[in-house]
């Protein structure tokens, strides 16, 4: 007996050596966190005609660095391929892309057609499964909107990959510094969220604040001083034109924001020595009242669903935040942690709030749950405020203030699991920055 179990044991290994192992479905589980980021190929898109040919490199190395730069995901360099994509409907050399360890393969295609219309079409496969995942899909527009269809593909691949909403078809509105420290110049740009497309707004005549996009990311609300007092304009952003909101009297008012439907406005006005929380319609009808502390209440923002405001207050003696019903009335205390709360903003998927938190001489990027539990830091820096959220809730943006005589202001961003750390390119400092909503 003790001669055979050796024998037996190793029948058994051989036994379940021959049966076919089973390749885990492709799927990054982000609320779990990645050590290792899922490694994909993507040989560039095939031109279907001569004045392609160039586009489609282009809109390859958009996708691939839209995947790259979320940390989620690994390029394989096209140096390591074995086989090569010569035309969109050649079958997958599954065994090919197996070998260098590509665990998801993008191929796709692009075509100029006439009156310069641009049409990409992409499909993905499951490299260890041998089969597509999903079915392929297909963007049209002008040749000018190549950026973006660049960023719908890889909004897709990213949804099919990790089961949620992508973030790359987005702007972000910002306010873009120039000059020395002590005469810097503040003007609104708006850019695509990896930087590119930047557009001014604003001259730089007047200081500006805080911009905020509505719901539809058609229109802009910010605070801007050229009156010499802070006052609030709404601006359109397809043609630039802008009005101040006629709201009601008071020495300032500041830190506006839409409401989820786009009807309203959230903001603070000092008034008499106290600043309060306000809500109004955009034609400045419908004044509400929403606080009554004799403190300072600001940085409102609504819940996604409408039905709460969580804001800054220091009726307890320090800045704290606060949650309460979107009509006004009770509110309640979320913020118990050591140190000041500042800057709260709803994510749009309406599971957390992310803030800014001053202690113990540093400055910090956290979130919480909506009911103040589950606190957690994302960065620690000299200086770090203002955060705003990518569209799907997973990535956060905000500005990061450097230590030293010059002072720069840049705009970076975090996963909410606080990894992934990245500063965002802009043309020069950088400040106040607000995530469109998916275009």
């Known amino acids: 007996m003790n001669l055979l179990r050796p024998l037996l044991g190793a029948l058994a290994i051989a036994l379940l050596a021959s049966i076919p192992a089973r390749a885990a479905p492709l799927r990054i589980e982000i609320t779990e966190g990645v050590i290792e980021p ?10 279907e005609n001569a004045a392609a040919a160039e586009m489609a490199r282009q809109i390859s190395r958009v996708v691939a660095a839209d995947l790259v730069g979320t940390g989620l995901f690994r390029e394989i360099p096209p140096s390591a391929f074995v086989s090569t994509v010569t035309s969109f409907a050649s079958p997958v050399q599954y065994a090919d892309w197996k070998a260098i360890n590509a665990q998801a393969l993008i191929t796709g295609a692009v075509a100029v057609g006439p009156g310069d219309r641009l049409t990409v079409k992409f499909r993905l496969f499951d490299v260890f499964s041998q089969a597509p995942l999903g079915e392929g899909l297909q963007f049209s527009g002008s040749e000018s909107a190549w950026r973006r269809m660049a960023h719908k593909v890889a909004d897709a691949v990213y949804g099919r990959i990790t089961g949620e909403a992508g973030y790359f078809d987005s702007r972000v509105v910002f306010v873009s510094e120039s000059g020395p420290k002590n005469a810097r110049l503040k003007r609104l740009a708006i850019m695509d969220y990896d930087g590119a497309n930047l557009q001014y707004l604003t001259d730089s005549s007047a200081l500006v604040l805080a911009p905020r996009f509505s719901p539809t990311g058609d229109r802009v609300l910010y605070t801007s001083y050229e009156t010499g007092f802070p006052q609030i304009f709404l601006l359109d952003v397809a043609n630039v034109g802008r009005a101040a909101l006629p709201t009601p009297p008071g020495n300032m008012s500041f830190a506006p924001r839409f409401s ?32 009554r502390a004799p403190s300072i209440e600001t940085g409102p923002s609504f819940s996604p669903d409408g039905r709460r405001i969580v804001f800054s207050s220091d009726r307890s003696g320090s800045p704290q935040l606060y949650v309460m019903p979107a009509g006004g009335g009770e509110a309640r205390r979320i913020s118990f942690g050591p140190g000041r709360y500042n800057t709260p903003v709803w994510s749009p998927r309406g599971d957390l709030i992310a803030f800014t938190k001053q202690n113990a001489g540093r400055f910090h990027i956290g979130v919480m749950r ?28 905000f500005t990061r203030v450097s230590q030293g005589a010059q002072g720069d202001s840049a705009l970076y961003a975090v996963d909410i699991t606080g990894r992934n750390l990245r500063r965002v390119p802009t043309p020069g400092p950088a400040s106040d920055p607000s995530w469109s909503p998916l275009q």
Do not use: H
Request: aromatic fraction near 8%.
């Open 370 to 397: 909506t009911d103040g539990s589950e606190e957690r830091l994302l960065t620690a820096s000299f200086l770090d405020e203002g955060p705003t959220w990518a569209p799907n809730g997973r990535v956060i943006m």
């Open 260 to 291: 989820p439907d786009g009807k309203s406005v959230v903001f603070s006005l000092e008034k008499g020595g106290n600043t309060d929380i306000y809500r109004m319609n955009l034609d400045g009808s419908g004044v509400v009242r929403l606080t």
């Open 38 to 47: 899922l490694p994909f190929a993507l040989p560039d898109f095939q031109p």
